[in-house]
């Protein structure tokens, strides 16, 4: 089962079809080739309801489990947002081990075996989960689209645990830190980045994609508004949405920063032929690298004699800025551009627990 492209398509270009092998209701195996289509997802989703509305009982006995992943990623490549597409990718190695499996032969003990070599890897039970929960998407798809029926194995599939593992603990530079973690930066760019970082609560992908459009020297704010998720690609790079809706947000911009962006604004002006407001604030025409702001990020920290935080820290750093000076949740959360305020109190409910104290402390002076 596959979808493919003729390439002598009709005269009104239509040239993308599907085809497999079935057996019907009463055991005889029946080959289909559909009629031909205008793009691969009218064949694609013109095969999904064949399958579903067919008068026959249409029971695919060889297929693979490579053949339900390839339709899945089929029907999603078309739907997904490019974040969640590079997230599949990533994983597909770890499920690579059942691809030659027949899905009428998929059982438990093969699952079970899956996670002790998944628990060979040097990756985090957290990812390990992830990829659980990947794994069982695919599960599903084949239920919804392919009327297959995993229950016998479904019921019995547990994630993963380990009693010994520990959450990794939030890092973050007080106020004092970070200034004296910038004061060690002289080029300004480079002081821009982590300034954006820290000040603004910028997700390392916002901050690539951020382009001097975005930039409102007037009105003193950024706009969020996309963010670019490939990995030290400079060459080959795609803008897409923000993590969520809330995450499209106006952050305003402090004295220091505004400052320093206007003077890049004027350096960038005369350093790049060809300069225009479509260039990135951090790079120049194309997005800064990872690698590259990793290393930046290391050789200050060394400078300073503080423990290297990790870029998304930077953001935690921003979240324990604001409730440490008096921000109330509602405004923590929309500044960086959390979804829920629940997500808000989750992530920061022990920063919030000290901005408690002084709460306390007003009631007990009003005793005295």
């Known amino acids: 089962m596959a979808i493919y492209k003729d390439p002598k398509p009709t005269k009104n270009g239509r040239a993308w079809y599907f085809k497999f092998s079935y057996k019907d209701a009463f055991g005889v195996t029946k080959q289909y080739r559909s009629k031909r289509y205008l793009t691969k997802k009218e064949a694609t989703d ?9 008068t026959d009982k249409i029971e695919d006995n060889n297929m693979t489990f490579k053949d339900l992943y390839d339709d899945f990623r089929a029907h999603n490549d078309e739907i997904m947002k490019a974040t969640t597409l590079c997230g599949y990718s990533y994983k597909e190695k ?11 032969d998929f059982n438990i003990m093969q699952f079970e075996q899956w996670k002790k070599e ?3 890897t040097n990756i985090s039970l957290r990812y390990k989960n992830d990829i659980y929960k990947f794994l069982k998407s695919i599960l599903n798809f084949g239920v919804k689209w392919h009327n297959l029926n995993f229950q016998a194995v479904y019921n019995k599939m547990t994630k993963f645990q380990d009693p010994n593992s520990r959450r990794i603990e939030m890092s973050y530079y007080t106020y004092e830190e970070f200034k004296h973690f910038i004061s060690f ?13 820290y000040y603004c609560g910028l997700r390392k992908g916002e901050l690539k994609a951020l382009t001097w459009k975005d930039i409102h020297f007037n009105k003193k704010v950024i706009s969020v508004n996309k963010q670019i998720t490939q990995v030290n690609n400079r060459q080959k790079f795609e803008f897409s949405d923000t993590k969520t809706r809330d995450s499209r947000r106006i952050v305003p911009i402090t004295k220091v920063l505004l400052n320093d962006l206007k003077m890049l604004y004027e350096k960038s002006k005369k ?6 407001d479509d260039f990135f604030v951090v790079s120049d025409a194309r ?3 990872d690698s590259t702001i990793y290393a930046r990020r290391t050789k200050l920290a060394e400078l300073a004699n503080l423990k290297p935080i990790r870029l998304h820290d930077f953001r935690h750093s921003c979240a324990s800025l604001l409730i440490n000076n008096g921000a109330n949740v509602t405004l923590v959360a929309k500044y960086l551009g959390h979804t829920k305020i629940e997500e808000t109190l989750n992530t920061y409910s022990h920063m919030f627990s000290t901005a408690l104290d002084s709460v306390v402390s007003v009631i007990d002076s009003l005793e005295d």
Do not use: H, Q
Request: with cysteine; net charge negative.
């Open 46 to 54: 013109a095969e999904r309801m064949f399958l579903v509305t067919s």
């Open 94 to 104: 770890y499920i690579e081990c059942f691809f030659n499996v027949k899905l009428k």
């Open 118 to 120: 998944i628990n060979k």
């Open 185 to 197: 930066e002289d080029d300004l760019r480079w002081k821009c980045v982590f300034e954006i970082l």
């Open 271 to 276: 350093e790049y032929y060809g300069f225009n």
């Open 287 to 289: 997005p800064i690298a």
